[in-house]
């Protein structure tokens, strides 16, 4: 049953793939972990996370790109470098999952109905087609492509902020929007 397990795995991983992420801005020392674990005890999510951040720069290394970029842990990353100041290795972890992150997005490969991509994915759309982000139709956005009934959860807060003119329903447009670099940053439709 184990023989039979490490071969399906081997057929799932990719192996030149851990290259190509160490090609990424911040991932260069991808290699030189030492699978200490510094990074997963720091890390104030890891409990949340489906793998811990060591685990996932091992999925990494041995080629299994579904198993990481499906991962919640990519999305649940704080970015709070915690795990980037203590790694003996000077591993730029944090800017391991930025990388991930987008690699996610852009292969489409993330944890169905999860918000956070959506949100990001959606934030991106808005700001490159109208140089600003309108909160509501941002939540609304998020919430239909990944929840809805979350919605349900909000409505009490976003009529407080509604009716406190703390949000407009109105969708926000700069001028020369069109001058907006437009840089490709993997935002592709996330359903
Ligand atoms: S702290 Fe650095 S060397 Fe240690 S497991 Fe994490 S990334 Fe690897
Ligand atoms: S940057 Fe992300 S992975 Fe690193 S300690 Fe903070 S939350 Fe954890």
Redesign the pocket.
Known sequence: MQIERKMKQQREAHPGWASEIAQLPGCEKLFSCIQCGT?SG?????IYMDYT?RRIINLVREGFQEEALASQ?IW?????????ARCPQKIQ??DV?YSLKREAIKKKLFPKRFPIPVLASEFHKMVAKRGRSSEMWLVMRMALKSNPMILLTMMGTGWQLFRTGRMSLRMEKIDRVHELPHKSVGATEVH
Do not use: D, N, V
């Open positions: 990074c720091t890390c104030p999510l890891s951040p842990t649940l990353c704080a970015s709070c470098y915690s795990c980037a972890l944090t999952m």
